[in-house]
């Protein structure tokens, strides 16, 4: 065992010599840390800039009651910051030229001229209907039990009321929304307006919910702020990062530098080579996760601390990456090959695994694609041991760990050249 911690020690000082290794295994997960931190730790709510044009305006040019009432609506969401533009110009240069030659989202809400009126209009044929279909059903039930006289006059003004309800004109006041189409939160701001409308209409005709909605908690999970969420995608992603692209890198560098080959002519066993690179990612991925977890806490409060499942993970994590590191190194040759390939493969994972966003975002054929992927399962794993405690999600990310891990090992060592021929 003393070898292997010889080879433990000379490999984790060579990290500790390396000024970007140091900042690309510790700081930069920290960094990343705290701009996810300040951007989801629910320090303020998000605004989003909208200009409203209202073209809907009395003969002394003020806006009519109607689409003030609905303007007030939207600003009491406290989501939007409102910017009136004047019913006079063109609505979109006026948006451009307001945000400045720096640029910026452009959202733009067109009221329509003649709102009010559609409006009240179409909410009286609304409230009509809705009579004409209660007086109707109220009728077929009770038809029965009415006298013939009554039941005549009763027809003969139910088909009166549906007749007038048939011969109004059909209005709708109308709404028009410019966004650009590449502005990532036109969906929000649209969903924002489109429920604000809706609700306006419903309390125009007087309409009333008959269904309660309740939210509950998942039970046994603690009330985790969004960054608690965050920090075990990115502990997963720079431990896979540590493993794929740093043992790649490291390797192929003391290969190149003749290191290995001289190694190699000791009595230094090529498993006992693995083994201490192996204990020096996982010493390296626990400080990681120990100095993240620190910043957390003390920054931003994050309440996701890992426990002893955890740290298995860790370990079993790092034992995998080490072994795709040491598979990569032992059939790249070059130095810089080996870093653009060990890149290549580690950071389109990094963001295809589910660590940043949950997969369901994607679409179905990414979907199927993230689930090859090592990193999905142990990004999995660490967030059912440290946010939600679920023991069969822990136990089935565990196992297929551990087989990834085994396979990834038994393949590096197999290509591992370690005696010259």
Same mark, same amino acid.
């Given at each position: 065992?003393?070898?292997?911690?010889? #080879?433990? $020690?000379?490999?984790?000082?060579?990290?500790?010599? /390396?000024?970007?290794?140091?900042?690309?295994?510790?700081?930069?997960?920290?960094?990343?840390?705290?701009?996810?931190?300040?951007?989801?730790?629910?320090?303020? =709510?998000?605004?989003?800039?909208?200009?409203?044009?209202?073209?809907?305006?009395?003969?002394?040019?003020?806006?009519?009651?109607?689409?003030?009432?609905?303007?007030?609506?939207?600003?009491?969401?406290?989501?939007?910051?409102?910017?009136?533009?004047?019913?006079?110009?063109?609505?979109?240069?006026?948006?451009?030229?307001?945000?400045?030659?720096?640029?910026?989202?452009?959202?733009?809400? $067109?009221?329509?001229?003649?709102?009010?009126?559609?409006?009240?209009?179409?909410?009286?044929?609304?409230?009509?209907?809705?009579?004409?279909?209660?007086?109707?059903?109220?009728?077929?039930?009770?038809?029965?039990?009415?006298?013939?006289?009554?039941?005549?006059? !009763?027809?003969?003004?139910?088909?009166?009321?549906?007749?007038?309800?048939?011969?109004?004109?059909?209005?709708?006041?109308?709404? =028009?929304?410019?966004?650009?189409?590449?502005?990532? /939160?036109?969906?929000?701001?649209?969903?924002?307006?489109?429920?604000?409308?809706?609700?306006?209409?419903?309390?125009?005709?007087?309409?009333?919910?008959?269904?309660?909605?309740?939210?509950?908690?998942?039970?046994?999970?603690?009330?985790?702020?969004? #960054?608690?969420?965050?920090?075990?995608?990115?502990?997963?992603?720079?431990?896979? !990062?540590?493993?794929?692209?740093?043992?790649?890198?490291?390797? =192929?560098?003391?290969?190149?530098?003749?290191?290995?080959?001289?190694?190699?002519?000791?009595?230094?066993?090529?498993?006992?080579?693995?083994?201490?690179?192996?204990?020096?990612?996982?010493?390296?991925?626990?400080?990681?996760?120990?100095?993240?977890?620190?910043?957390?806490?003390?920054?931003?409060?994050?309440?996701?601390?890992?426990?002893?499942?955890?740290?298995?993970?860790?370990?079993?994590?790092?034992?995998?990456? /080490?072994?795709?590191?040491?598979?990569?190194?032992?059939?790249?040759?070059?130095?810089?090959?080996?870093?653009?390939?060990?890149?290549?493969?580690?950071?389109?994972?990094?963001?295809?695994?589910?660590?940043?966003?949950? $997969?369901?975002?994607?679409? !179905?054929?990414?979907?199927?694609?993230?689930?090859?992927?090592?990193?999905?399962?142990?990004?999995?794993?660490?967030?059912?041991?440290?946010?939600?405690?679920?023991?069969?999600?822990?136990?089935?990310?565990?196992?297929?760990?551990?087989?990834?891990? !085994?396979?990834?090992? $038994?393949?590096?060592?197999?290509?591992?050249?370690?005696?010259?021929?």
């Amino acid at each position: 065992m003393k070898r292997p911690l010889i #080879i433990f $020690i000379a490999v984790t000082k060579n990290w500790m010599r /390396s000024k970007s290794g140091v900042f690309f295994s510790i700081l930069f997960p920290v960094l990343l840390l705290l701009v996810f931190g300040a951007v989801f730790s629910g320090g303020g =709510t998000a605004t989003y800039t909208l200009f409203v044009q209202n073209l809907d305006r009395t003969t002394d040019g003020k806006p009519t009651n109607m689409t003030t009432f609905f303007v007030d609506a939207l600003n009491s969401t406290e989501t939007f910051n409102l910017r009136d533009v004047p019913p006079d110009v063109d609505a979109t240069p006026y948006a451009r030229d307001a945000v400045g030659p720096l640029g910026g989202n452009i959202r733009i809400l $067109i009221i329509s001229k003649g709102f009010e009126e559609d409006l009240v209009n179409g909410t009286f044929k609304v409230r009509v209907g809705i009579s004409y279909s209660t007086l109707n059903t109220t009728f077929q039930y009770f038809a029965p039990y009415l006298s013939n006289e009554t039941l005549i006059a !009763t027809e003969q003004g139910i088909a009166q009321l549906g007749e007038y309800y048939t011969n109004m004109t059909e209005r709708s006041a109308s709404l =028009t929304l410019i966004m650009d189409s590449s502005d990532q /939160s036109a969906g929000i701001v649209k969903s924002i307006v489109m429920n604000v409308a809706n609700a306006f209409n419903y309390r125009l005709i007087e309409a009333k919910n008959v269904i309660d909605f309740e939210e509950e908690p998942i039970t046994g999970v603690r009330q985790f702020k969004a #960054i608690d969420f965050y920090l075990p995608g990115i502990i997963a992603a720079f431990i896979m !990062t540590n493993g794929i692209v740093g043992v790649t890198s490291n390797t =192929t560098e003391f290969k190149r530098r003749g290191i290995i080959k001289r190694l190699s002519i000791t009595p230094l066993a090529k498993v006992e080579w693995i083994l201490g690179n192996i204990l020096s990612q996982t010493l390296l991925n626990i400080m990681l996760t120990v100095i993240v977890i620190a910043i957390g806490w003390l920054v931003f409060g994050v309440q996701a601390i890992p426990d002893a499942i955890s740290v298995v993970l860790i370990f079993l994590g790092s034992v995998m990456f /080490s072994g795709i590191g040491m598979t990569l190194s032992g059939i790249i040759k070059d130095v810089e090959a080996a870093s653009a390939v060990g890149n290549a493969i580690a950071f389109p994972m990094m963001f295809l695994s589910g660590t940043y966003w949950p $997969i369901e975002f994607m679409p !179905t054929y990414m979907q199927s694609f993230s689930r090859v992927l090592p990193l999905t399962y142990f990004s999995e794993g660490l967030r059912y041991a440290m946010i939600y405690k679920y023991s069969e999600g822990i136990l089935t990310n565990m196992i297929i760990i551990s087989a990834l891990a !085994t396979a990834f090992i $038994i393949v590096g060592s197999l290509v591992t050249r370690w005696k010259e021929k």
